[in-house]
C-alpha cells in the first residue's frame, strides 16, 4: 500500500488550486456534466459502500471511496497515478449500492478518459494499452479478436509474459475455441466513417506521446 | 430609513424596459400555499415571473377571476389546490378540477391559447412540485409569449 | 373604525436580517409602495416582527392616522398572527392587516435581485390595493370542549393523556394495539442512563389505567374527524376483542388453546397463543383472542362447521373434545365424516403450499374415536321450552338438521318419512359402501335424543295433506312446516327406445337396492352420466356382478363427480368412455341390446362455463349392452300436490319442479310452510340441504315468535369461498411458498377385489398417529380456530367468540395525534442476509432478546442456543439512503451504543460497531460513547455492505461482515456470530391514511408536518390537531417526552382559555341578490346552506360554515360573499400585482 | 411457431464462446423460436471503448441497434458485455439529448439512423418471460436430477439495469428454472460477486483471486458444475481449471452456460451443445424421463 497524501497537494494558498489541478479538474467537472446524475457526486458521505462492495478494491491502493476524497482536496493528478481507476472491473456493484446513488463506475470511466487524454498514467503501468489495443482493433476489423488482441497487448507491454499464457492457449485450442483469424466485417468503410465522425464530438484527443506507452514495462508490483 | 409622501422620492431601483412574463397563481391556503412555503423554506428556485394569491380553497377560484387576470395583463394563472381526496374542505378541489376544463374551453373561444391556464394539484410536502410547476408554467409561457387580447 | 372612512395605508417592508434583503432592494420595494394610492406611511425595518418593528406600526396607526396596515415580510402562515395583535393593541381591527409574503415566496427562491425587487414590488402593489377593500371583521367565538383525544398509546401518548387528564379533563386514549405501552414496552434498558424501560414506563402505565376520566381505549381505530377545534366529533371502532372485562387475567386458556402463531410483540421470534396477553405486564390485563377473520374452512361451510377447530384439537391429541365441538353444529356428523364434498378442503389454505388438510377424513377419525370411546353421547337439554310443534316432512339432511336444531330450541318436532327407511337421499340413494347404514343410524340415534319424533311409511299426498298439519285433527295440530322432499325423481335421457325393459333409471336403480328390493342387473350396463349418482350407479352394478361403462358426453376434466369416486371406480374396473352423447337405445324383443351413440368434440363453453359437446358428423355407432342406467339428473316428485292450503296462500313451483320459496326465510307461499333441501335446490349436496335446513329452523323459531323473518344469522357460504390468504396464512408468518412441504395422508382403501364382494366401506380412516400428523398441517390461517376451548374453561365466563367491532362516537375539543412508527423492514436490503441467515436480527429483535420476558429470558444468544463470540452492529440500515430514506434516523447511533454496552456487560463476546458518523448529540450522549469506548468496543467508520456466511469448511456457521474501514482505507471483512441491523425509524405504513383522516400534511419523508419546525413543533396547520413523539419524526424517548408535554401544555392552555375563535372568513348571503337559483345548495360540503323558501333565498348558518368559498365563487348572481376574500378584494389584489412597477407615472 | 430474434453474438460467441452459440441456436431452434444472426454486426466496444472515448463508444454500439431496426424484432445479447452496451447505449442516448444528436450525426456520416426502437435483451430473460418456465418444463425430455449447478449471474446482466432477475442482489431466476427442471441447485452466496474476467490479462493475479474464491464457493457447497450467463465468466471460471493451484486445493469443475443445460434437458445431444468445448468433461449425465405415469382413464373397448 502506498501512502496516498502528498502534503504539497490541495490548495498552494488560500483557494488557490495549482494550475494542472485547475485544469484536471476542469475536465473532470466537464466530463461529469456528460453522465446522467454526475453532479450526486457532491453528496458523497465517505461511507465506503463502494469500496466495500469493490471485488478489487483489495488490490488498490487508492479506494473507490478515496478516489472522490482525493478529487475533492484537488489531488486529482495523484489520483490518475494511482492503479485503482485502472484495476476498476466495471462490475458495478458500487454503483448499485451506492446510498447517495453516484454513478462511481461511470465516474471512473471518466477518470480513464481524462488519464488517456492527458497522458497521466501510473509508473510502470500499461493497461490502458488495453483499451487502445481493444479500439484499434475494433477499427482494423469491426469485431475484436482476442488472439490478436492479447497478442499486441503483451507484445506492447510485456513479452514474456506470454510464455505464460502457452498452456491455456494449448488447452483452448484444443478444445476448439481459438480462432486464428480475424473475422471482419463487410462494410467496415461505413464503421470507420461513424468512428471518424464520433471521434470529433470526443475531448480533443492530446494522443499519448507513443514513447511514453512503449517504454513502460511490467506490472509486477500488484499484490494484496 | 423611514419615508413619507412628504419626502422626495428616490429614483426607483427598477425600471421596466422589456416584457417580463406575469403569471398569477392561485394556491390554495391548506397543500399548496404551505407546500410553496416549503419550497421557499428550502431553497428550491423557481422563476420569479409568478406569483402568488392565497384562496382558503381552490374551490374559491371564480372563473371570472382568471378571465379577468388575462384582461388585467396577466399572461398565464395557474390554480393549484390539495391533491384529490386530500382538500381541507373535502371535495372543493373536485369542483375546481370541473370549472378549469370549463374554462379552458371558454379562453380558447376569446383566442386565448388554453396551455396559459394550468391547474395542479401540490400538497404541502411537495415544495419541488411546486417549483417545478412554476418553472415549466413560465417556460412555457415565455415559449408562447405576451397574450395579445382580442378586445 | 368604519367602512366609509378614506383608507391611509401604512406599509412596514421587512428585512428579515438579510433573508430578504440579501435578494430584495427593501429600500426600493418601499419607495415604490411609497407611490401607491392611499399610502401615507412607507417604512422598513431589520426585523418587523420584533417589538421595536411592531411599534413602528402601532405609532402610525396612533399617531399618523395609518387605518390599513401591509407588512410585507414572511409567509403569513408565519406572522400573520403577530401583526394582526399589533395592530389589535393599537385599536385597529386585526383583519385591516395584509401581509405580502416577501420571504418564502420570493426572497428565497429567485436569485436575480432585480427580478426579485420587481416581484417584491408588485406583491406590495397587490397587498395595498386589496387592503384598501379591507372591512373590519369580528372573530365568532365557540366553547372549548375540554374532552381531549390522544390517539396512539406510546410514552408519548400515555405521558400526554396523563398531564391533562391530570388537570381534571376527560381524555380518550385510544390505542389500536390490545395494550398500551407502545414501542418502549418492548425494551430493555434506555441509553444514556440504562434505566430499565419497564421500570419507568409500567407505573405510567398502570395510572393510565386507574384514573378515573382517563379513558382507556384499547384495539381501537380512528374511523373519521369532524368538525373543527372546540368541537370535534370522532368515530372510534372498538374492535371485537373477543373476551370481556370480566376476565381475570388467571390465563387458565392459555392450557387450552391449540393454537401456535409467531408472537409479534416478541418479533415473531417466539410464538404465543391465539388468545394471548402481549405481555405480563400489560394494561389492561384483559385476555385478547387473535382473529383473522374466520377461517377459510368455515367460511365455506353451508353449516359453518369449525373445521379448523377440531383439526386444532385433534392435532393436540384431544379426540373427545374435537367431536363435542363437531356436535355442536353437526347433526349428522358420521355421515359428513364420510361422504361430505367437503367445500372446507377445497377453501384451505394449505393447498396453496401443498394440498389442503383431510379435514373430512379428520372428521371422520373423530367421530369414530368417539363411537369407540363414548357409547352414548348425549346432547345438551334445550334452553328453551316451547309449546309449538313442528312437522318436518321427509328426513334427508336438510329435514334433520331444522328438525334438530328446533328440538335443541326446545320446540317439539315430529319428522314424517314415506320410506321405511329414515335418512332420505343418505338411505336411498347413496349405495351402502358409501354411506353405512349402521352410520346413519348413529346420527339418527343422536338426532332422536333431542326428542325429535320419527314416523316411517307416512307419506305427504297419501296418508296426509298439507292442510292437515296445520289443522288440529288428532296428531297434527302443527304451528310450522318445514318440507325436505328431496328430489327422487330421476330424469330420462329422452332418446327412442328408453321405455324398453332394461332401461332404468339410475335413482330409481339405487333406491330399490338400497332397499333390499328385487331389483335386476344386467351383465353389461352402460351408465350415462357424469356426476355422482352415476358413479354411485356403477360402482353398485360392479357390486351386482356386472361389467359397466360410463358414457359421459364432455371429457374427465368437466365431469362433476368427485375425484375420490372417480379414482374407487376406476380401482374397481368401471369403465369410463368419454366425449360419446347415446341417440338410441336398440331393443331387439323388447330386450335392450345395445345403444347408438355419437361422438363429441368440445365446442365453446356454455352458459354453466363448461365446453359444449358438438357432435361429430358420421361418427355414429352402436355399442352392445343389455342393460342402460341413466344417471343424468334428478327433479322433486310433484305427485303429492293436490292444492292449496285454503285461504293461506299457494305453494309456488318453479318450471324444474322445485319449491318456490323467499330466498332469505325459505318461506313458501303459504306463512308457516318453509322447505329447503334439494326440493328447493334440485339436486345438491349434503351440506348444502343441511344448510338450508338450518336456516329453515332459525326463520320457523323466527315465524313461531312472532319476529319478523329478516336479520337471519345462519351462516350462508359464499358462493365462491376464499382460498386462504393472498401469499401468507398469517399476517405476520412466513408466505406459503416458505412453509416447508408434508404430504397430505392419504385414507387408505380396500382391494378392490374385496370391495367388489361387499358392501362395506372402501376407505378404511385414519389412525390416531396419522390423524395427529395431518391436523398439524393446518397453518391456523385465521389464528383462532374458533375450537371454543378457551371458552369451556374461563372461569368468569369472560370469552365471547361472538363479540362484534361497535362504533363508538366521541366529542372531544382538541386532539394529539401519537401514532409512532415503524422499524424498517431489512429484507428489503437483501446484502444484509436478514430472514436468511439465522443470526442477522433487527435492532428490536435484540431489544426483545435483552429483555427479562422475551424470548431467550434476557439472554444474548445465537440460534443454536450459544452465546455469540462477536457480534456486529449495523449502523444506518434504510437510513441515510437515498434508496430508502434519506433522513438520519437520529436515534440509532445511541442505540447502538447501548446495545454495545449491554453486550460487553452480558457476554465475553468482542464487538464492533460500524457507523458512519457518530451522532451522540443529547445530553449525557457523548459521555455514554466515550463510556462504551472504555468498554472495549471496536468502533469502525464504514458502512457494512454485505453478510455474507463464512465459506464452506472453513467457517462453523459464523458470519462474515464487508465494509471499507474508511479511517484506514482499507476493506475488512470480519467474522461475527450476530449482526445486529440497526433499521430507520419509519413513518406508519397507513401514514396517508391517518394524514388524511386528521387533515395531516406530512413532509416529503412522510412523517406528519408540524405546524412549524422551530416555532410550533407540536400544532399542525389544522387547529386542535397537535403531534407528539416519532410520527412527527425520529426521537428519542427524552426527546419524546418533552413534545408530548408541550403539546400536553398546548392542549391545557386552550381548554383553560375556554372557548376557540373562529375566523371570521365565512360566506354570507345577501339576500336581496339571491335569485334563488339553488345552484350552491349541493356544493356546501357541510351542508350549511338552506333555503327559506319563503323569502326565495339561500341561507347560509355560520356555525356551520368554514370559508371555503365554493359557494361564493359558484353563485351566478355574486349574491354570497365570502368575508376576507371578497371578489373585489381579490381582485384588487390581482390589479395590483400586474400592474407595471415603473417610474413616478403610477 | 413463435417469436422471431434478433441474434447479436457478439466477438466470443465466433471464438472462446462457441458452445454458448451452438447451444442458444440449438435450444432456440427445438422451443420453435428463430434466431436469426444480425447481418453484418460489429463489436459492441464492450465497456473498454468506454473507457478511451465516450461518444464514439456510443455510436459503434449504436451501428447495431440500427442496422437490427431493419426487422424491428427485439434483440437477444448473450454475452453479459455486449448486453450492458447494447442497452446502456440505447438508454443513454434515449435520455441524453445532446449525445444523441452527436451520434445521429456521425450515423448519417455511415448513412445510417436509428430511433431507438429494437428492445435489447438477455436470453434468460427471454427464455423466462417469452418462452417461460412452464413451456421449458412441458418440453422437457431429459432428467436433470444428477445436476447440482452453482447458479452464477456475475455483473452485468443485473447491474446496472436489473431488468433480468427482480433482485440484483439476489438473483433466483436460474435457480428457480434449473429447479423446475429437476436439478438440484446450490445456495451460492458468491452469485453476483464480479469473476474479474475483464482482468486477465491486465491483472492475472486479480483475475485469478476472484475466480478461484467462486470456484471455492461452488465446490465447498457441493455443486458438480458452475452454471454461467457471459462468455466472459465462463471463459475466466474455466481456465481456473488450467492454472496451477496456489492455495494447495483443486479448482477443477466443469462450467457450462445456461443454455447448455437448458439443451440437456429438453432432448438436444451433449454435441449439439457444445459439451465437448468445455475444459473439464461434465459427469454428471442427463438420462431420459421415464414416461409419465398411466394415465388415469380407462377407455372401454369399442364395438361397431
Known amino acids: ?224 | 430609513m423611514t419615508l413619507t409622501t412628504e419626502t422626495p422620492l428616490r429614483e426607483p431601483a427598477v425600471l421596466e424596459t422589456e416584457w417580463r412574463p406575469r403569471i398569477v397563481a392561485f394556491l390554495c391556503n391548506w397543500c399548496s400555499y404551505t407546500g410553496a412555503d416549503l419550497a421557499g423554506i428550502s431553497r428550491i428556485q423557481w422563476d420569479p415571473a409568478v406569483s402568488i394569491v392565497r384562496i382558503m380553497c381552490s374551490g374559491r377560484m371564480d372563473p371570472t377571476f382568471v378571465v379577468k387576470a388575462f384582461r388585467m395583463g396577466a399572461d398565464g394563472v395557474i390554480v393549484s389546490g390539495c391533491h384529490p381526496g386530500d382538500c381541507h374542505y373535502q371535495e372543493g378541489n373536485y369542483k375546481t378540477l370541473r370549472r378549469v376544463h370549463l374554462l379552458k374551453r371558454l379562453i380558447a373561444g376569446f383566442g386565448i391559447d388554453p396551455g396559459r391556464l394550468r391547474l395542479v394539484w401540490v400538497s404541502a410536502s411537495e415544495g419541488d412540485q411546486w417549483a417545478a410547476t412554476a418553472n415549466e408554467m413560465a417556460a412555457e409561457i415565455r415559449s408562447l409569449g405576451p397574450l395579445r387580447m382580442e378586445s | 373604525m368604519g367602512t366609509n372612512e378614506e383608507p391611509r395605508i401604512g406599509v412596514y417592508v421587512c428585512h428579515c436580517g438579510f433573508n430578504i434583503s440579501a435578494t430584495v432592494d427593501v429600500e426600493a420595494v418601499r419607495d415604490i409602495a411609497a407611490t401607491r394610492p392611499n399610502v401615507v406611511a412607507a417604512r422598513d425595518y431589520q426585523f418587523m416582527c420584533s417589538n421595536a418593528g411592531q411599534d413602528l406600526i402601532k405609532k402610525d396607526i396612533e399617531e399618523n392616522g395609518v387605518n390599513r396596515v401591509v407588512v410585507a415580510a414572511c409567509s403569513p402562515l408565519m406572522h400573520e398572527p403577530t401583526f394582526r395583535t399589533a395592530a389589535e393593541e393599537a385599536d385597529l381591527n386585526p383583519y385591516l392587516v395584509q401581509i405580502a409574503n416577501i420571504r418564502e415566496q420570493c426572497a428565497w427562491v429567485h436569485s436575480d435581485r432585480a427580478a426579485a425587487t420587481t416581484k417584491a414590488a408588485s406583491l406590495v402593489n397587490g397587498a395595498v390595493s386589496r387592503v384598501a377593500l379591507h372591512e373590519p371583521l369580528d372573530p365568532t367565538h365557540a366553547d372549548m370542549n375540554p374532552a381531549t383525544l390522544v390517539v396512539g398509546a406510546g410514552i408519548a401518548g400515555i405521558q400526554a393523556a396523563l398531564t391533562i387528564s391530570e388537570a381534571g379533563n376527560d381524555v380518550y386514549l385510544v390505542e389500536r394495539k390490545s395494550t398500551i405501552g407502545g414501542m418502549m414496552a418492548k425494551f430493555d434498558k434506555t441509553f444514556p442512563t440504562l434505566d430499565c424501560a419497564a421500570c419507568i414506563l409500567t407505573p405510567k402505565m398502570v395510572s393510565a389505567d386507574r384514573r378515573e376520566n382517563l379513558h382507556l381505549m384499547t384495539m381501537a381505530e380512528v374511523e373519521s374527524v369532524e368538525g373543527f377545534v372546540g368541537n370535534f366529533k370522532v368515530k372510534v371502532r372498538n374492535k371485537a376483542r373477543f373476551v370481556t372485562d370480566a376476565c381475570t387475567s388467571c390465563g387458565e386458556c392459555l392450557n387450552v388453546c391449540p393454537v401456535n402463531v409467531p408472537d409479534p410483540f416478541n418479533e415473531y421470534v417466539s410464538t404465543r397463543h391465539a388468545i394471548h396477553k402481549a405481555f405480563p405486564q400489560a394494561i389492561p390485563s384483559t385476555f385478547v383472542i387473535e382473529k383473522q377473520g374466520s377461517p377459510p374452512c368455515m367460511e365455506a361451510c353451508p353449516i359453518h362447521q369449525n373445521a379448523a377447530g377440531y383439526v386444532a384439537l385433534i392435532a393436540d391429541g384431544r379426540f373427545a373434545e374435537a367431536a363435542k365441538l363437531i356436535r355442536r353444529r353437526n347433526p349428522l356428523p358420521f355421515v359428513c365424516g364420510r361422504v361430505c364434498y367437503h367445500p372446507c378442503e377445497s377453501a384451505c389454505s394449505r393447498g396453496k403450499v401443498d394440498d389442503p388438510v383431510a379435514i373430512r377424513g379428520l372428521k371422520r377419525l373423530a367421530m369414530d374415536w368417539e363411537r369407540e370411546h363414548e357409547p352414548d353421547p348425549q346432547p345438551d337439554p334445550p334452553e328453551h321450552d316451547h309449546a309449538e310443534k313442528v312437522a318436518v316432512i321427509g328426513s334427508g339432511p336438510a329435514g334433520l338438521t331444522c328438525a334438530f336444531d328446533l328440538a335443541q330450541e326446545g320446540y317439539k318436532v315430529t319428522v314424517f318419512e314415506k320410506h321405511d327407511k329414515l335418512g332420505g337421499m343418505l338411505a336411498v340413494g347413496l349405495p351402502d359402501y358409501r354411506c353405512p347404514p349402521e352410520i346413519v343410524e348413529r346420527d339418527l340415534d343422536y338426532i332422536r335424543k333431542t326428542g325429535v319424533e320419527m314416523k316411517t311409511g307416512v307419506e305427504l299426498g297419501v296418508d296426509f295433506r298439507l292442510a292437515d298439519l296445520l289443522g288440529d285433527k288428532p296428531g297434527f295440530g302443527f304451528s310450522a312446516v318445514f318440507m325436505g322432499l328431496g328430489a327422487h325423481r330421476g330424469l330420462q335421457l329422452r332418446v327412442p327406445g328408453e321405455d324398453a325393459e332394461g332401461v332404468v333409471l339410475g335413482i330409481d336403480y339405487l333406491r330399490e337396492i338400497n332397499l333390499g328390493r328385487a331389483q335386476p342387473t344386467g351383465k353389461r350396463v352402460a351408465v350415462i352420466g357424469g356426476g355422482n349418482t352415476a358413479l354411485d350407479v356403477a360402482r353398485t352394478a360392479r357390486r351386482q356382478g356386472a361389467e359397466v361403462a360410463i358414457l359421459y358426453r364432455r371429457t374427465a376434466d368437466e365431469m362433476p363427480a368427485d375425484i375420490e369416486e372417480v379414482e374407487g371406480a376406476i380401482a374397481e374396473g368401471v369403465m369410463f368412455d368419454y366425449l360419446v352423447s347415446p341417440l338410441e337405445v336398440v331393443v331387439a324383443d323388447g330386450e335392450v341390446t345395445g345403444l347408438r351413440c355419437v361422438d363429441n368434440e368440445l365446442g365453446k363453453p356454455d352458459e354453466s362455463g363448461r365446453a359444449r359437446p358438438v357432435a361429430i358428423e358420421g361418427s355414429e355407432h352402436v355399442r352392445q349392452f343389455d342393460m342402460i342406467i341413466p344417471s343424468v339428473s334428478q327433479r322433486p316428485f310433484r305427485t303429492w300436490y293436490k292444492s292449496s292450503v285454503p285461504e293461506k296462500g299457494e305453494i309456488g313451483f318453479t318450471k324444474w319442479d322445485t319449491l318456490v320459496v323467499e330466498p332469505e326465510s325459505l318461506q313458501t307461499g303459504v306463512p308457516g310452510i318453509f322447505g329447503g333441501g334439494d326440493v328447493v335446490l334440485g339436486p345438491a349436496s349434503i351440506v348444502e340441504a343441511m344448510g338450508q335446513g338450518r336456516r329453515a329452523a332459525e326463520a320457523i323459531d323466527k315465524y313461531l315468535q312472532g319476529q319478523p323473518l329478516e336479520n337471519f344469522t345462519t351462516h350462508v357460504a359464499p358462493p365462491d369461498p376464499v382460498r386462504g390468504f393472498v401469499k401468507r396464512p398469517y399476517e405476520h408468518g412466513p408466505t406459503y411458498d416458505q412453509i416447508e412441504k408434508m404430504p397430505r395422508a392419504r385414507l387408505e382403501a380396500r382391494d378392490p377385489a374385496a370391495r367388489l364382494a361387499d358392501y362395506d366401506t372402501v376407505d378404511i380412516g385414519l389412525t390416531e398417529e396419522q390423524g395427529i400428523r395431518e391436523a398439524s398441517r393446518c397453518l391456523h390461517c385465521g389464528v383462532c380456530v374458533e375450537c371454543e376451548s378457551c371458552q369451556n374453561v374461563c372461569p368468569p365466563d369472560a370469552v365471547r367468540l361472538d363479540m362484534k367491532d361497535e362504533i363508538v362516537e366521541l366529542e372531544v375539543g382538541q386532539i394529539l395525534v401519537s401514532t409512532g412508527f415503524k422499524s424498517f423492514d431489512p429484507t428489503r436490503m437483501t446484502p444484509y442476509g436478514y430472514g436468511r441467515y439465522d443470526n442477522v436480527v433487527t435492532s428490536v429483535e435484540f431489544e426483545r432478546m435483552m429483555n427479562s420476558t422475551g424470548p431467550t429470558g434476557g439472554q444474548i444468544l445465537c440460534k443454536n442456543g450459544k452465546p455469540p463470540r462477536s457480534v456486529a452492529i449495523v449502523h444506518c440500515v434504510g437510513s441515510r439512503d437515498e434508496n430508502y430514506n434519506r433522513y438520519c434516523s437520529r436515534v440509532c447511533c445511541m442505540a447502538a451504543l447501548k446495545f454495545a454496552h449491554l453486550v460487553k456487560d452480558r457476554t465475553d463476546a468482542e464487538l464492533y460497531e460500524f457507523y458512519i458518523d457518530m451522532r451522540a448529540f443529547g445530553k449525557g450522549y457523548e459521555e455514554f460513547y466515550l463510556r462504551v469506548l472504555d468498554e472495549g468496543a471496536n468502533v469502525i467508520r464504514g458502512k457494512v455492505v454485505e453478510v455474507q456466511p463464512a465459506r464452506g469448511h472453513n467457517g462453523d456457521g459464523h458470519l462474515v461482515v464487508r465494509a471499507e474501514d474508511t479511517l484506514i482505507g482499507r476493506y475488512r471483512e470480519i467474522p461475527v456470530d450476530m449482526v445486529v441491523l440497526m433499521g430507520a425509524i419509519e413513518p406508519q405504513p397507513d401514514a396517508a391514511q391517518v394524514g388524511r383522516t386528521f387533515s395531516l400534511s406530512r413532509s416529503p419523508d412522510g412523517f406528519f408536518l408540524e405546524r412549524h419546525p422551530k416555532l410550533d413543533p407540536v400544532g399542525t396547520t389544522t387547529d386542535g390537531v397537535y403531534l407528539a413523539g416519532c410520527s412527527q419524526g425520529p426521537k428519542d424517548i427524552p426527546d419524546t417526552v418533552a413534545q408530548a408535554q408541550a403539546a400536553a401544555a398546548n392542549i391545557l392552555a386552550m381548554i383553560s382559555k375556554g372557548e376557540v375563535i373562529i375566523e371570521p372568513v365565512r360566506a354570507t348571503v345577501q339576500e336581496h341578490l339571491c335569485g334563488g337559483c339553488k345552484t350552491c345548495l349541493n356544493l356546501c360540503p357541510y351542508t350549511a346552506i338552506s333555503f327559506d323558501e319563503k323569502g326565495n333565498h339561500a341561507v347560509i348558518n355560520q356555525a356551520l360554515c368554514k370559508g371555503c368559498g365554493t359557494c361564493v365563487a359558484a353563485c351566478p348572481a355574486a349574491a354570497i360573499t365570502g368575508a376576507g376574500f371578497t371578489d373585489d378584494q381579490i381582485l384588487a389584489e390581482l390589479d395590483g400585482i400586474l400592474a407595471p412597477i415603473g417610474g413616478r407615472a403610477i | 411457431m413463435d417469436k422471431r430474434y434478433t441474434y447479436y453474438p457478439g466477438c466470443s460467441l465466433h471464438a472462446t464462446g462457441i458452445a454458448y452459440d451452438k447451444s442458444m441456436r440449438a435450444i432456440f431452434t427445438k422451443l420453435g423460436s428463430e434466431l436469426v444472426e444480425l447481418d453484418d454486426w460489429n463489436c459492441c466496444g464492450a465497456t473498454a471503448y468506454m473507457s478511451v472515448q465516450k461518444t464514439v463508444a456510443f455510436a459503434v454500439t449504436a451501428r447495431n441497434l440500427a442496422l437490427a431496426e431493419k426487422t424491428g424484432d427485439d434483440v437477444v445479447a448473450p454475452c453479459s458485455a455486449c448486453y450492458y452496451a447494447l442497452k446502456h447505449t440505447s438508454e443513454g442516448l434515449a435520455d441524453n439529448p445532446e449525445l444523441r444528436s452527436q451520434v445521429d450525426s456521425a450515423l448519417a456520416a455511415g448513412g445510417l439512423k436509428t430511433q431507438l426502437t429494437v428492445a435489447v435483451r438477455h436470453p434468460l430473460e427471454v427464455l423466462l418471460t417469452d418462452i417461460g418456465i412452464d413451456r421449458l418444463v412441458a418440453a422437457q425430455t431429459h432428467s436433470l436430477a444428477e445436476f447440482r449447478p452453482a447458479c452464477y449471474y456475475g455483473c452485468q446482466i443485473v447491474r446496472p439495469f436489473g431488468a433480468v432477475d427482480e433482485d440484483p442482489e439476489l438473483p433466483m431466476s436460474m435457480e428457480r428454472l434449473f429447479s423446475a427442471l429437476g436439478a438440484r441447485p446450490i445456495d451460492y452466496p458468491p452469485k453476483v460477486r464480479c469473476c474479474g474476467g475483464m482482468l486477465v490479462a491486465t491483472f492475472p493475479e486479480v483475475a485469478d483471486e476472484l475466480g478461484k474464491d467462486l470456484v471455492d464457493w461452488a465446490i465447498d457447497g457441493e455443486a458438480n458444475c458452475i452454471v454461467t450467463v457471459c462468455p466472459l465468466c465462463q471463459s475466466n471460471l474455466d481456465l481456473m481449471n488450467v492454472n496451477e493451484s496456489s492455495n494447495g486445493r483443486s479448482h477443477r469443475i466443469p462450467v457450462l452456460y445456461f443454455t447448455q443445460l437448458i439443451g440437456l434437458a429438453i432432448g438436444c445431444t451433449p454435441d449439439e451443445v457444445g459439451m465437448q468445448h468445455g475444459l473439464v468433461p461434465m459427469s454428471a449425465n442427463a438420462p431420459p424421463l421415464p414416461n409419465n405415469e398411466a394415465p388415469l382413464t380407462i377407455t372401454g373397448a369399442r364395438e361397431s
Open chain 1, 1 to 224: 500500500m502506498t501512502t496516498l497524501a502528498n502534503p504539497m497537494a490541495g490548495p498552494t494558498a488560500p483557494g488557490v488550486l495549482p494550475k494542472s489541478e485547475r485544469d484536471l479538474r476542469a475536465a473532470f467537472l466537464k466530463e461529469i456534466e456528460r453522465i446522467p446524475g454526475g453532479g450526486r457526486l457532491n453528496q458523497c458521505i465517505q461511507c465506503g459502500t463502494c469500496t466495500a462492495s469493490c471485488p478489487v478494491s483489495y488490490a488498490m491502493d487508492i479506494t473507490p471511496r478515496q478516489v472522490i476524497a482525493m478529487f475533492r482536496a484537488g489531488a486529482i493528478e495523484e489520483l490518475l497515478r494511482s492503479r485503482t481507476i485502472w484495476i476498476c472491473a466495471s462490475c458495478y456493484h458500487c454503483t448499485l449500492r451506492c446510498p447517495a446513488q453516484i454513478q462511481i463506475t461511470d465516474l471512473i470511466y471518466a477518470l480513464k478518459r481524462i488519464a488517456i487524454e492527458e497522458g497521466i498514467f501510473p509508473k510502470k503501468f500499461p493497461v490502458h494499452v488495453m483499451s487502445e489495443t481493444f479500439t484499434n482493433n475494433v477499427k482494423r476489423y469491426g469485431r475484436n479478436y482476442e488472439v490478436g488482441l492479447l497478442l499486441r497487448y503483451f507484445l506492447r507491454t510485456h513479452p514474456t509474459k506470454l510464455f505464460a499464457y502457452r498452456k491455456v492457449g494449448l488447452a483452448l485450442w484444443r478444445h476448439g475455441r481459438i480462432r486464428i483469424r480475424p473475422s471482419k466485417i463487410d462494410n467496415l468503410e461505413q464503421l470507420r466513417k461513424i468512428i471518424a465522425k464520433a471521434e470529433t464530438f470526443d475531448l480533443p484527443q492530446e494522443t499519448v506521446p507513443k514513447a511514453k506507452v512503449t517504454a513502460a514495462v511490467g506490472y509486477e508490483s500488484i499484490g494484496r
